[in-house]
């Protein structure tokens, strides 16, 4: 399984252990001391490894090709999932997957953005960057899940919309807000989580939620850190300065009432162990889909609204404070 760059201390640690164990077999000497030794120091690097990442190393992290994506949590945690195509506008996107699924015997509409696994996969699905029809199409799901009373589920994971030329000439900034705009104003109950990046509008087009939840390794921002770095370094190979300044890691986000809970993952990240993953995240998406259906419609919209003003933090400097 391919590393991040900043694992690869561990990697050569654990290269050595697997050595020296071969070696020890084949010349039938005991070396049992000096691999317990370096499988200690191993835990050791790896709790301080996980236990203190940067921004840069979780945005690394987020973007891991093995990583979860949609289609692997909609299998995993529904069932009779019928997914449907196209916008009935323009034509079909394959950078959003959505559909009608059942969520422990409660009828529910998925959604989410769905990267590649492949070189010839991500291309078909244009790295996971939607389209203008893509977002008409998460719509139109959406709305049909309003009219017959599901609850929405939706899952974010791009880089941001596409910023080709086709793209513009079909109005990708409409799309997304007109998505935005309705979302606020469904009458079921909405969950969103935040599976591995959540860039720019094109997450945010899926993102008004009564309930918004991040991965512990996933990243979060109104902009990409490539595009952040472009437009103050003027260099967007300075993304992963951009990113420590941004604030987009789950725990950031959570202390700005952002977020509403950071779902945990393995030790290494959600590609490690996807079946323990999946549980977790079944686990928190049914816990939260029971307190909102617990609501009726106009407590719903309340409750989502309530949760949007409450975002961030606000300072002021002391000589305003004192003029106030």
């Known amino acids: 399984m391919a590393e991040m760059p900043f694992e690869r201390p561990l990697a050569e640690l654990k290269a050595k252990i697997e050595e020296l164990r071969r070696f020890g077999s084949e010349k039938q000497i005991d070396f049992s001391d000096e691999i317990a030794k370096l499988e200690e120091k191993y835990v050791k690097l790896e709790e301080e490894m996980y236990g203190s990442m940067t921004a840069s190393q979780k945005l690394q992290m987020a973007r891991h090709p093995m990583r979860p994506k949609t289609l692997d949590y909609i299998q995993s945690i529904f069932t009779d999932f019928i997914e449907l195509h196209g916008d009935r506008v323009y034509g ?11 969520l422990n015997g409660i009828p529910v509409t998925v959604v989410g953005h769905q990267k590649g696994k492949d070189t010839k996969d991500n291309i078909a699905r244009n790295f996971g960057s939607p389209h203008p029809e893509g977002f008409r199409k998460a719509l139109r ?3 049909q899940a309003n009219k017959f009373k599901r609850p929405i589920i939706t899952f974010l994971d791009t880089k941001g919309a596409h910023p080709g030329k086709e793209a513009e000439e079909r109005g990708p900034g409409e799309a997304i ?5 309705e979302m606020a104003g469904f009458g ?18 899926l993102g008004v939620g009564n309930r918004v939840l991040m991965m512990e390794h996933a990243v979060y921002s109104v902009i990409s850190p490539e595009g952040a770095a472009t437009i103050l370094f003027k260099d967007a190979s300075l993304s992963l300065k951009a990113a420590e300044a941004m604030r987009i890691t789950a725990e950031d986000l959570m202390g700005l009432a952002v977020i509403d809970e950071i779902i945990s993952e393995p030790k290494g990240g ?7 993953q999946m549980q977790t995240m079944k686990e928190a998406v049914w816990r939260h889909l029971q307190q909102l259906m617990l609501m009726n419609e106009e407590q719903l919209r309340e409750d989502r609204y309530q949760k949007f003003r409450k975002m961030g933090r606000f300072t ?5 404070v004192e003029q106030r």
């Open 92 to 102: 079909e996107d394959m950078a959003i997957v959505g559909g009608i699924a059942k």
């Open 141 to 143: 799901l959406m709305q």
């Open 177 to 181: 807000a007109r998505s935005i705009m």
């Open 188 to 205: 079921v109950p909405i969950i969103c989580i935040v599976i591995g990046e959540g860039g720019s509008g094109g997450a945010l087009a």
């Open 270 to 276: 959600a590609h490690r162990n996807p079946e323990q």
């Open 316 to 320: 002021f400097p002391q000589e305003l």
